[in-house]
RNA sequence: GCGAGAUUGGUGAAGGGGUUAACACGGCGGAUUGUGGUUCCGUUAUGCAAGGGUUCGAAUCCCUUAUCUCGCCCCA
């Protein structure tokens, strides 16, 4: 039996309604933000993620999909959203579009070649937002707010934000070299990791897991002392912004990005979800008002988010919030004999044309194993279509929830059912 | 990349070398030949992740591979 690929997954069944039902509402929440979508390629050349990423590129490499396509092109799964965005903003010149700043949302797979453990894929989901041509600290607050009120809407508590800034790249540069000369003396006390960190991502050390209690990490120095009156007083007023939004949010100094092109504002959005632990980070994102330049393109400020659909989803579960109306079944009906399927078959597809759920067995089950099925289905009407119907026009439904039967004529159907689905107060539809 | 534990019908599972793979749910058929959700009866895995080996005999022991779960590493 042939298997799915390691770290893939079938979404099937109830899955696939609550994804449809988180980018339902991610996709209505993004029109009232008034942002367009977007769909870029799954795979793109390879140089697009293994340049541009800075020290971290041996990494990023290790965890891509490569591939070599039959035009011998180095290709790559994409492994997240944000540079596919800007190569598209760049090659479509959207920085001459009249509507600025280019507002943009997506929503598809990602892939990294990792060891799948709990709520990581190699296929993965993500929904993210990208904000380009505004430097403005408010947009920062905006792109904030998006997550957060996204994840309230799903019913979420415990919203909180954490922000931090690494400031420009003047005073990110000043910070990661007085990082490098504090922790230089102190070398042998880290822990292995972040002897290896030292050398290629001096912020991460801020982070580690092991070596976070030890006295050097405490005293090390501080982002905040080393940003400038223009990086501060945009993380000033990224704050006041988010004040004005009335969104809860604490600053992490230790909250850093590994990747070159991050500026000012970092953040990450989390719920309070029960015995969820770390997964309760259901969001990151950031100012990179470096990479659209890096990727040769126009000197662009850029800021946006990435929120994991699969950790997003588990946490909705553990929380048992609703996902949503469930699909509700119109009509089921049921052939009595072979002879009656092409006549039910018909009308069903007129049903099914005027608006209605419908579902008509075609599995020629006896009569019993249908009423089975259409209590199963939770159908509202059965209808049963026998000679006798076909014969006279006149068509026997059955109100399943209520055990009333009725005799309606085919001119009547539609009307009837219209009457009956919507004001119905049985039970079944006012649970 | 490293480590530990798993994988038996549609589902939950028992069985840890001996003949016919338990039990339960579900499905299908019937009692009731056009009206179900209760009850009763019948039936439902030529097969135990895949392949190979040991053995008179393997779901059971050994090897390889795949996938799953949980850690480590990493996390753009």
Redesign the pocket.
């Known amino acids: 039996?042939i298997?799915?690929?390691?770290?893939?997954?079938d979404i099937t069944g109830d899955m696939g309604n609550k994804v449809r039902y988180v980018e339902h509402v991610f996709s209505a929440l993004m029109d009232r933000y008034h942002y367009d979508y977007i769909a870029t390629p799954l795979f793109e050349n390879s140089s697009l993620?293994h340049r541009g990423?800075g020290d971290?590129t041996d990494?990023?490499?290790?965890?891509?999909y490569d591939f070599t396509d039959r035009g011998g092109r180095a290709m790559t799964l994409r492994?997240?959203g944000?540079?596919g965005v800007v190569r598209s903003y760049i090659e479509n010149k959207m920085y001459g579009d009249i509507n600025l700043p280019k507002k943009l949302w997506y929503f598809g797979s990602m892939f990294?070649?990792?060891?799948?453990?709990?709520?990581?894929?190699?296929e993965f989901r993500q929904l993210g937002v990208e904000v380009f041509g505004s430097s403005d600290p408010m947009m920062d607050a905006e792109i904030i707010s998006i997550p957060v009120n996204f994840l309230r809407l799903l019913g979420l508590k415990g919203v909180k934000v954490h922000i931090n800034s690494l400031g420009d790249k003047e005073s990110r540069d000043a910070y990661r070299e007085a990082l490098k000369a504090y922790f230089e003396p102190h070398l042998e006390e880290l822990?292995s990791?972040?002897k290896?960190?030292f050398h290629?991502?001096p912020l991460?050390i801020l982070d580690?897991?092991?070596d976070h209690e030890k006295d050097i990490m405490k005293q090390a120095p501080k982002m905040e002392d080393y940003l400038n009156d223009v990086s501060k007083d945009h993380f000033n007023k990224v704050q006041e912004y988010l004040d004005a939004l009335n969104i809860e949010y604490t600053v992490n100094p230790n909250l850093v990005?590994?990747?070159d092109y991050y500026t000012h504002t970092v953040f990450e959005v989390e719920a309070s979800v029960e015995g969820f632990g770390?997964q309760n980070v259901l969001c990151?994102g950031g100012r990179y008002d470096r990479l659209v330049e890096m990727l040769d393109g126009p000197s662009t400020p850029a800021v946006g988010f990435?929120i994991g659909m699969e950790r997003l989803i588990t946490a909705l579960e553990y929380e048992n919030l609703s996902f949503g109306e469930e699909k509700q079944l119109d009509v089921y009906v049921?052939p009595?004999?072979s002879e009656d399927k092409e006549y039910a078959f018909g009308l069903g597809n007129a049903l099914r044309l005027s608006g209605f759920t419908v579902e008509i067995d075609s599995?020629?089950?006896?009569?019993?194993?249908?009423?089975?099925?259409?209590?199963?289905y939770h159908a509202h009407f059965?209808m049963?279509?026998?000679?006798?119907?076909r014969n006279d026009s006149i068509l026997?439904l059955?109100n399943?929830?209520t055990?009333e039967?009725f005799k309606v004529t085919i001119d009547q159907l539609i009307d009837f059912l219209d009457e009956h689905l919507s004001s119905c107060d049985c039970d079944d539809c006012h649970e």
């Open positions: 039996m298997q799915k690929p390691k770290g893939t997954y993620f990423v971290s990494i990023v490499r290790k965890e891509t492994p997240e944000t540079a990294r070649y990792e060891r799948p453990q709990a709520g990581r894929f190699r822990c990791d972040c290896e960190r290629t991502n991460r580690c897991k092991v990005r590994g990747l770390s990151g990435a049921i009595v004999t599995l020629n089950r006896s009569m019993k194993s249908n009423f089975k099925q259409a209590d199963r059965v049963i279509i026998g000679e006798t119907e026997t059955k399943n929830h055990k039967e």
